[in-house]
């Protein structure tokens, strides 16, 4: 029985063996494995010379145009996966007018006849006029707003596609970027509160008693006055396509991404929540004692789950912050006993811990905000304390990359689409553009 071909992924049986490697070939990889011993018979001068004509020699165009070309297919491809869906969805939704609007329209004609050829019924049936007033409200809401239907977007990963080794280049940062990048400033100042939250297009500032919302030029694209309690924490949920604000007055809001119009959680009063994070499907929120409840977003805001020390945190703990990404909940913890930190990450589907890492900060009180949020594609973690004043950087991996002392105490800090750094001080929102780390 022959012997398959050597060469990574080459399924083809061999037809001879290379005494030079002592390797078996098929005859589609002969040629190119002779082509590979001659270059190395050179001397490593003469090599590099071939390598060099071998670079000059190579159609630049011609490539880039054929490596396009898939892109383009896959760009075809996508689309008419997409054009699929659509058209099924509408064939759906033409089903359900056919059997729930004409249904109703069938039972309301039904019940006239009824009414009209019966002197039986009496205008004071509580039964039929419950039946008629609750069908009134359903009409005059598909009146406002149409058939109910709830689209969740169409998230597209940043790696999707990978061109040769630029995810390695992308997932890179470094803090000392900082020195040298870009910046714009804008008033900030407030007597409380230093929450801000961002979405793919704007940014909404706490600046109480008014929320701000500024666009990536720190120009203000909106502004209301906020009179529902000082803010304990706000974050972006792309499926609501709005922000929550959580308040030290047990209360919870959803605040619209456009008008900033506000509407209280009913699902969500009563417990003092610290901080908060959304991800694609649900909202999780830290407590006053220290637990962690998880929210599903869609068809409403309701409780899922919950964990509670010393799942959470040991009973001489208590947590700073919390900080989602896709696959992973970090949390931020202080210890009472020792004043130490310890930053965490725990799986969000087994909530199982994947690492700790131990904040070396000198002198530490504490009193000020410690913050943290995800960047760069979620492969990495910054911190912002403004107690020492400092940024750090931390790895999937739980490996401390890199630590900036900061000018001032940074109270908190966002990432926005990957290039932005958002860091908000006592007085003022900085705003720095990374173009070194992309």
Request: with cysteine; glycine share 2%; proline share 2%.
């Amino acid at each position: 029985m022959s012997e398959r071909c050597n060469i990574d992924k080459c399924e083809q049986n061999s037809h001879v063996l290379c005494y030079c490697c002592k390797k078996n070939l098929c005859l589609d990889h002969l040629a190119n494995h002779r082509t590979l011993l001659d270059f190395q018979s050179f001397s490593i001068a003469d090599q590099t010379n071939i390598l060099n004509e071998q670079l000059k020699k190579l159609d630049n165009q011609t490539l880039v145009e054929n490596t396009r070309q898939k892109l383009d297919k896959w760009r075809d491809e996508s689309l008419k996966k997409v054009q699929r869906f659509y058209e099924q969805k509408c064939e759906d939704l033409e089903r359900y007018f056919n059997e729930n609007i004409q249904k109703k329209q069938l039972e309301f004609t039904q019940l006239h006849r009824k009414l009209t050829e019966s002197n039986q019924i009496s205008n004071d049936n509580e039964t039929i006029k419950e039946f008629l007033f609750t069908n009134k409200q359903k009409i005059d809401s598909i009146e406002q707003h149409g058939i109910p239907i709830t689209i969740q977007p169409l998230v597209i990963k940043n790696n999707l596609i990978t061109i040769g080794d630029m995810k390695k280049i992308d997932d890179e940062f470094d803090l000392t970027v900082l020195s040298t990048s870009t910046t714009q400033t804008i008033d900030c100042s407030s007597q409380f509160g230093s929450s801000l939250s961002t979405n793919d297009q704007y940014i909404l500032i706490d600046q109480n008693p008014r929320l701000t919302l500024v666009d990536f030029q720190l120009n203000v694209v909106e502004q209301i006055s906020w009179n529902y309690g000082i803010i304990s924490d706000m974050c972006w949920s792309s499926l609501l396509d709005s922000f929550v604000l959580i308040t030290e007055k047990s209360k919870a809001y959803l605040v619209n991404a456009k008008s900033l119009a506000v509407r209280l959680i009913e699902s969500m009063q009563n417990q003092l929540w610290i901080s908060c994070s959304c991800d694609q499907s649900s909202l999780f929120v830290s407590s006053l004692s220290n637990g962690i409840v998880e929210f599903t977003l869609l068809p409403s805001i309701s409780y899922l789950k919950r964990w509670d020390p010393p799942m959470t945190c040991q009973n001489d703990q208590s947590i700073k912050d919390i900080c989602l990404n896709e696959t992973s909940i970090a949390f931020l913890v202080f210890s009472n006993t020792n004043q130490t930190v310890d930053f965490l990450i725990r799986s969000i589907s087994t909530f199982h811990q994947l690492f700790s890492v131990r904040l070396q900060i000198s002198n530490p009180s504490y009193s000020l905000p410690i913050r943290c949020c995800s960047h760069k594609n979620k492969k990495q973690w910054l911190i912002s304390d403004a107690n020492s004043s400092q940024l750090l950087l931390i790895d999937q991996y739980g490996k401390m990359k890199s630590t900036f002392s900061y000018d001032q105490p940074p109270l908190n800090l966002v990432v926005c689409n990957s290039n932005l750094l958002v860091i908000r001080t006592e007085q003022m929102i900085h705003l720095y553009r990374l173009e070194n780390s992309s």
